[in-house]
């Protein structure tokens, strides 16, 4: 017998000679040595946090705080806004692409060396030009797969607020973009399972302009403050090193800093289709450590806090959503599942303040540490989720009505308001905090007063099937221009 062996059987031994069967300790039959809590928290890198909102989901980094509702509470009400699955590259990026792509292939290399050896049988990954746009359907991160499989992780955490003894229809509501329109249905047949046909009306709200405020993906036409946004560069030193590597590597190449960042652009959505991507390699943690700022500060300056008219943008659904809490699920209703794009997303964060930084992210050099990095605020499948819980008093807390931030499943305290039980916030003081801090988008964006003036959908709903799958009658809007 092993010495390793033989000490657990002697530590077995003495503990079944003091403890019963029934209340045996828990460390009895198992490995003694195998650490059971993880103490490797290497560099902390993945390859998922920094490639921004173009690549497969990951949970945001969490505080530490409990996923699940503290002892003492159980939600009552679940509000979400999620963005659709992992998708292909948009129609309207792959000229970029392919303009990279034929850089690299028009140089008439038979043999290719160094970091870039893998394009002796490399072949891009987008099959047919109808794939741009859509949630893919292969590999392990597969956009359908993810957004039905949170669908049925939702129905275990929140399926107790589905009241299906009184059979009423339960609304969700969608923009009307087709891959976000997929995501609404993928995820309510997740949740609904067979009853998803027959309990669910999915209400399609329409993207344009005229939706005013009362839409999920607001627009701010009065924003003049665009100027760093329009003017970011995907020219980057660290992009420029990645260009001469691969150039000395292969004789007659002449790739410059934009196109190393188009092909990692490329490669990140190449995890999407395939799970893999031979281009991660090629470029080392630093470089990726660039991309992924370069959509920190797209996202920054272009949908977030970065442009201070976002904050009003993002207001519409942090206001109504408040309205929500205060009405309670007796009143509004228990479930409000909503569908839209990451840039949708971001600008509700901002006008909530969640992960804002003190100052404005720089553009020469990466803040240490940062609030603001995309792979954890916005993924592909990212989503917001407010939670009303009901709790009982504790010794510390009164009982009463509380709200939870959830961001990509972590739970996210707010720093002035988190008293209540599990870090969370009573929904009296949240009321109070953001009647202070949000800006009014009719006034701020100025929208004109023949437009809705307020989100009223959710409490005007539709309650037809009719949208619930696709048909010959109705096909989703795929991203023509439209005001
Ligand atoms: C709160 O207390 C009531 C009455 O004792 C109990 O029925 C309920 O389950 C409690 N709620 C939670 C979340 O513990
Ligand atoms: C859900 O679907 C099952 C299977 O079709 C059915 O038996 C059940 O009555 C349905 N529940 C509701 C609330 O429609
Ligand atoms: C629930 O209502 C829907 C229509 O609103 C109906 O199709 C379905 O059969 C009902 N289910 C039950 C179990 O009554
Ligand atoms: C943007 O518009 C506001 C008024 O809505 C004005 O006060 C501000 O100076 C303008 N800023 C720029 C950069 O034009
Ligand atoms: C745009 O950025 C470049 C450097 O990347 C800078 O030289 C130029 O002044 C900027 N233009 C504006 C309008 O800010
Ligand atoms: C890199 O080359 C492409 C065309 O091959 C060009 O469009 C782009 O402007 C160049 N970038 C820089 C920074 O020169
Ligand atoms: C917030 O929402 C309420 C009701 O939903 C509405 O009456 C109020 O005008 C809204 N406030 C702003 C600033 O939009
Ligand atoms: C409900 O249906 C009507 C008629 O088709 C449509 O005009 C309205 O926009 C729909 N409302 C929602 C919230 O989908």
Redesign the pocket.
Known sequence: MAPLASLGALLMAASVAVASYSNRPSYIGRDTFAAPYDQSFQEGYSILKHIGGLGPYSNRMSFGIGRDPPDSCAVDQVIMIRRHGERYPQGSDAGKINAALDKLYSSGKTEWKGDLTFLNWWKYYVDSEGLYGLETETGPYNGLLTTYKHGAEYRVRYGHLWD?KH???VPMWTSEFERVVQTARKFGEGFFGW?YT??VSLNVISEGVKMGANSLTPVCTADNSTKTCDNLSHDLPAFRVAADRFNKQNSGLNLNGTDIFYLMFMSAFELNVRGYSDWIDAFTLDEWKWFGYTQDLQFYYCAGPGDPFYKAVGSVYANASLTLLNQGPKKAGPIFFNFAHDTNITPILAALGIASPSEDLPLDKIPFPSTYEIGNIMPMGGHLTLERLSCNATVATEKGTYVRVVLNEAVVPFTSCQDGPGFSCSLSDYTEMLNKMLPDFTSECKIKSSLPQHLSFWWDYN?T?EYNHQTAEYIPYQGHHFV
């Open positions: 299906q059979n009423k229809t009853n027959n309990s309650k099937s």
